[in-house]
């Protein structure tokens, strides 16, 4: 198949978060599987790499006046190439997103420009992918202006990575955009009498999937669907949950090169060894007493979706009541970050803290854990449980979303982590008294660490649940 990928991100060129990974990876494993993929993104202030200028300029005409880009390309591998649009100055700002003014002009602009890219690059794709609200207005696109052309006969899917990001807009954007009023409706580009660019792509797209089976499910409750539940049950049949995968080369304890040992599921010697390095990384006590004591850690985004007031609230528990330690790192909500360093504080030699993103220390602390925490209020799909997991680390995770789908608690067969339900502290604190237990019985926990190591998380398995889908899209 000859797919054109559409994404506001991709790693490594582009990263808020995981859809750059997915728009690196999926796209890569769709290649090696001999499929033509095109990828297409923005060309941001802070891409870097080989990029070749193409003689290719994009003219768009719009009713706020004419736009004009060029397009850069980057051969990601075999039948996989990058087109950039280069537009300065709607990409070359401090960060990929904002609150600017203009916000709907800088991805009304892309979902079109990268459409007409395809056009002018002589790419004519038998399905075409987008991804998240930056590109909800191609959807719409390919029913109207493109709706003649080869683009238009090719069947779309749009993926939600994360529904609470919606793209909304004043309802004058439509005359900004030239967008038909026609479209101004409850089953349309309407929200509230807003527009809502995350609404358009799941109204106007043929497929639309998102990023675990349980989180699929989830948004279409009023719990989790951020008032699109019911747009989202009316196309309840065209929804489909794929489970991300992860980088198996990157996340290997067997190969990485950013540990102090590498260590597989037949023999944890190299597991003890990443420990005794974590700790005395972060300044914990007694390095030698590996066995006494069970490290917690957490590696996140420090924000509520995260579940971190959760994890405030029940260490001071856990520290006071048994002899474990915890490794908290991250970077996010000002709030928070302050709270982790009371926790530090307060708990001296039982609680460490760095505050900050990195790469290097994080495959640390997913190797030289004994549990990781990840109490998300909500996670579409979640990567860290997954690398947990490869890593022998137990995850301790609120049954949500992709940590549901991926975790399978201690007390079923098969078990590999430990889940609670409740977003409560107190549940928190009872997964965490279970894992002191689990720490009490080594037999039991090194059975939890290779079930778990031995789980597929691979890309080619993801890749192959979209072949199908894009197949089936077919006929």
Request: charged content about 20%; glycine content about 10%.
């Amino acid at each position: 198949m000859r797919i054109l990928f559409l994404a506001s991100e991709v790693a490594p060129f582009s990263k808020t978060g995981g859809l750059g990974d997915v728009a690196k990876a999926l796209p890569a494993a769709l290649a090696r599987d001999g499929h033509e993929v095109r990828v297409v993104t923005p060309l941001y202030a802070g891409v870097r790499g080989d990029l070749a200028p193409t003689e290719v300029t994009l003219r768009l005409r719009f009713p706020f006046g004419v736009e004009t880009a060029r397009v850069a390309a980057a051969r990601a591998g075999p039948r996989h190439e990058v087109w950039f649009i280069d537009h300065p100055g709607y990409y070359r700002r401090p960060t990929l997103y904002g609150t600017a003014w203009d916000e709907h002009r800088r991805f009304g602009f892309f979902s079109v420009a990268a459409l007409q890219a395809a056009q002018r690059m002589g790419f004519a794709p038998d399905v075409i992918h987008l991804n998240d609200w930056q590109c909800g207005l191609a959807a719409v696109a390919l029913q109207g202006r493109f709706a003649a052309t080869a683009l238009g006969s090719a069947p779309s899917v749009f993926t939600i990575h994360n529904l609470a990001y919606q793209g909304n807009f004043p309802k004058s954007v439509m005359d900004d955009l030239g967008l038909p009023w026609g479209s101004f409706h409850a089953d349309g580009l309407e929200f509230y009498d807003t527009i809502n660019f995350m609404k358009a792509g799941i109204t106007s797209a043929d497929a639309i999937t998102t990023v675990s089976p349980r989180y699929a499910q989830e948004i279409q409750t009023q719990e989790y669907g951020c008032m699109l539940e019911g747009v989202l049950q009316a196309r309840a049949d065209r929804l489909t949950g794929i489970l991300n995968g992860i980088d198996e080369e990157e996340w290997d304890p067997a190969r990485d090169p950013l540990l102090p040992a590498r260590y597989d599921a037949s023999d944890f010697a190299g597991k003890a060894v990443c420990k005794a390095a974590l700790r005395r990384r972060f300044g914990l006590p007694d390095p030698d007493r590996l066995s006494a004591r069970p490290l917690f850690t957490l590696v996140s985004r420090l924000t509520t979706q995260k579940g971190i007031d959760l994890t405030l609230a029940a260490v001071p528990w856990l520290v006071s009541t048994s002899e474990a330690e915890v490794v908290l790192l991250g970077n996010g909500d000002e709030h928070y970050e302050g709270g982790l360093r009371a926790l530090a504080a307060r708990f001296p030699g039982r609680v460490a803290v760095h505050i900050g993103f990195d790469n290097a220390l994080s495959h640390l602390v997913e190797a030289g854990g004994d549990f990781f925490l990840m109490p998300s209020r909500y996670e579409p799909c979640g990567l860290n449980q997954m690398y947990s997991l490869r890593y022998g680390t137990v995850p301790i995770v609120r049954a949500t979303g992709g940590l549901d789908d991926t975790v399978t608690d201690a007390s079923l067969p098969g078990g590999d982590g430990l889940k609670f339900e409740h977003l409560q502290p107190d549940a928190l604190a009872w997964a965490m008294g279970r894992a002191l237990d689990v720490w009490r019985r080594p037999d039991v926990l090194d059975g939890l660490r290779r079930r778990g190591m031995a789980k597929d998380f691979s890309w080619p398995a993801s890749a192959a649940r979209y072949e199908q889908l894009y197949a089936s899209l077919l006929g």
